[in-house]
């Protein structure tokens, strides 16, 4: 009898709790629809007293009928918006006054990062870069000039010897006489690339660095290039062995000077001749350089750049073909007939 008496309590308990929240939300839900209903009647009254003065002399309308037979807005407000558009006076402001007013408003300017990727595959340019010699290295070792040539060229091979100890630790098949062959063929091959547009191939034999320099400008342009016979022998004259971002990150550039002969041509996209001839061969000095990633087990030897001594002859100037207007023609007329003669430019005094 106890336990029955006990559980009788504890159902009404729990049935007086429960109608006390149903209460509760209640009058919960009541204030909120009353809150509604009295900002929507602020809304409706400026309406009901503008339509009742527009219509003097008529029955009075009612609140009901005014909202069917007249279309109207009514602004209800909803959720926060936590992004304001900016202003128009924001678009004349400079950089730096937005940002003293964003911190004025309490707004904290996210910092901008000037980021920049990088390539370990390959270094960012060439390190301690050979001086070729003026003259090639022709000058007579009894002059002043020749004797300063001697004493650099002692100081280079003696650096390049500590480069090439290094190269063979983890290239213990490397010779620099065997070496200035396999550059030439690469250089050869690279260039067949280029002219075929093979740019799988071309990425193989180039370095990222030398890839853009390479292509930049090539397109819409026919390319005609051809090896024809090598001169000298080509040698190694430099060798460098630096490290990047971190010790014992190694890369190995080796510079190579060949002598040989060669034809090119560059022909636009209308296939007019822009540079070269290709029944012309010409005599070309030049120093290549050759990189690897040596810690890289799979790295290959690369065309990296190339070194242009400032001796060197200026390059032959683009040839340009340009339009002459000529007179316009009638549909029944050739040119031919009319024996048109080209104008030409008239003396132009130049003063100083």
């Known amino acids: 009898m106890c336990f029955a008496f006990k559980a009788k309590k504890a159902v009404k308990e729990q049935a007086?709790?429960?109608s006390y929240r149903c209460r509760q939300q209640d009058t919960f839900w009541r204030r909120r629809i009353?809150?509604?209903?009295?900002s929507i009647c602020?809304?409706?009254?400026?309406?009901?007293?503008?339509?009742?003065c527009v219509s003097k002399g008529a029955e009075a309308i009612t609140l009901r009928e005014t909202r069917c037979a007249l279309p109207?807005?009514?602004?209800?407000?909803?959720?926060?918006?936590?992004?304001?558009?900016p202003s128009a006076q924001t678009q004349t402001m400079s950089q730096t006054e937005q940002e003293a007013r964003a911190r004025a408003a309490g707004i904290v300017p996210r910092q901008q990062y000037m980021e920049r990727s990088i390539n370990i595959s390959c270094t960012a340019g060439v390190f301690d870069p050979y001086i070729p010699p003026e003259g090639d290295a022709r000058l007579s070792s009894l002059s002043k000039e020749g004797i300063k040539q001697r004493t650099e060229q002692i100081k280079q091979s003696a650096a390049s010897q500590l480069a090439i100890r290094k190269i063979k630790d983890y290239d213990p098949d490397f010779n620099?006489?065997?070496f200035a062959g396999r550059a030439q063929e690469i250089f050869i091959e690279a260039h067949h690339a280029l002219t075929n547009f093979n740019k799988v191939k071309l990425h193989s034999l180039v370095t990222e660095r030398c890839y853009p320099e390479m292509v930049r400008g090539s397109r819409y342009k026919t390319l005609r290039w051809r090896f024809i016979e090598s001169l000298e022998p080509p040698r190694v004259v430099h060798t460098r062995c630096p490290d990047m971002v971190s010790k014992g990150n190694l890369y190995a550039q080796v510079t190579v000077r060949m002598h040989s002969r060669q034809t090119l041509a560059i022909y636009d996209r209308f296939g007019r001749l822009m540079l070269g001839n290709e029944d012309e061969p010409r005599d070309v000095l030049e120093y290549l350089v050759i990189e690897r990633h040596l810690i890289n087990p799979y790295g290959m030897w690369r065309l990296h750049g190339k070194i242009v001594p400032a001796w060197a002859p200026p390059k032959d100037s683009?040839?340009?073909?340009?339009?002459?207007p000529g007179p316009t023609l009638k549909p029944e007329q050739e040119f031919e007939d009319l024996h048109y003669e080209i104008p030409k430019p008239k003396a132009v005094q130049w003063h100083k």
Request: glycine content about 0%.
């Open 72 to 85: 109207m807005v009514v602004p209800i407000r909803t959720k926060k918006r936590y992004f304001v558009p």
């Open 16 to 18: 007086l709790v429960n």
């Open 176 to 178: 620099t006489k065997d």
């Open 42 to 52: 602020r809304t409706l009254v400026p309406l009901h007293r503008l339509s009742s």
């Open 318 to 324: 683009i040839i340009k073909t340009l339009m002459i």
């Open 34 to 38: 009353v809150k509604m209903a009295t």
